[in-house]
T-cell receptor
Framework: KQEVTQIPAALSVPEGENLVLNCSFT??????LQWFRQDPGKGLTSLLL?????REQTSGRLNASLDKSSGRSTLYIAASQPGDSATYLC?????????????FGKGTKLSVKP | KAGVTQTPRYLIKTRGQQVTLSCSPI?????VSWYQQTPGQGLQFLFE???????NKGNFPGRFSGRQFSNSRSEMNVSTLELGDSALYLC????????????????FGPGTRLTVT
């Protein structure tokens, strides 16, 4: 059974700091991995999607990496800003068949202090 | 292009009642998935519909059901509501469903906040 874990559960950093959020999954047979952001009481905003054949994706100050063999992904946020404060979720899609649903981690709640 | 829309945004019901939530996917998207988010369990997959057929189902009781219409809009229904059904219900759409080599990138709506009293 696929399980997704995110560590730490919460993180507080001063503005301007570079930071890394971690995501691990137990079954390396994934189709892709997607990072989301969720603001309080809101839906999910897709940040980056990494196909299983890719090693990383970049968008602006965000960089996500994927190591399928070790079951790990990281989300790197450069020069953090207070507006980055949110919960960050990673989710994987299982490979093959009709298993197209996302399996989520519990998220990392990020607080960036001015 | 308009995003995923969900109605209503907030709902208060009492135990034993039933409720229907609606989701309109991004234009052109044929797959719609539903997720339940609670503080204790996090985000859990309910079901996925593609071309009016349920393609995938999570581990939820039969009180939770859904359907998809020919225009890809989807509804989910919860019967005999329980206090534990209080949650944020999120709908996501994607261009394609499983069994293809598309990206499965999913786009989420703002959610429906259901409170059961």
């Amino acid at each position: 059974k696929q399980e997704v874990t995110q560590i730490p559960a919460a993180l507080s950093v001063p503005e301007g700091e570079n930071l890394v959020l971690n995501c691990s999954f137990t079954d390396s047979a994934i189709y892709n991995l997607q990072w989301f952001r969720q603001d309080p009481g809101k839906g999910l905003t897709s940040l980056l999607l990494i196909q299983s054949s890719q090693r990383e994706q970049t968008s602006g100050r965000l960089n996500a990496s994927l190591d399928k063999s070790s079951g790990r992904s990281t989300l790197y946020i450069a020069a953090s800003q207070p507006g980055d404060s949110a919960t960050y979720l990673c989710a994987v899609v299982r490979d093959g068949g009709s298993q197209g649903n996302l399996i989520f981690g519990k998220g990392t709640k990020l607080s960036v202090k001015p | 292009k308009a995003g995923v829309t969900q109605t209503p945004r907030y709902l208060i019901k009492t135990r034993g009642q039933q409720v229907t939530l609606s989701c309109s996917p991004i234009s052109g998207h044929r797959s719609v998935s539903w997720y339940q988010q609670t503080p204790g369990q996090g985000l859990q997959f309910l079901f996925e519909y593609f071309s009016e057929t349920q393609r995938n189902k999570g581990n939820f009781p039969g009180r939770f059901s859904g359907r998809q219409f020919s225009n890809s809009r989807s509804e989910m229904n919860v019967s005999t509501l329980e206090l534990g059904d209080s949650a944020l219900y999120l709908c996501a759409s994607s261009l394609q469903s499983s069994g293809t080599r598309f990206s499965y990138e999913q786009y989420f709506g703002p959610g429906t906040r259901l409170t059961v009293t």
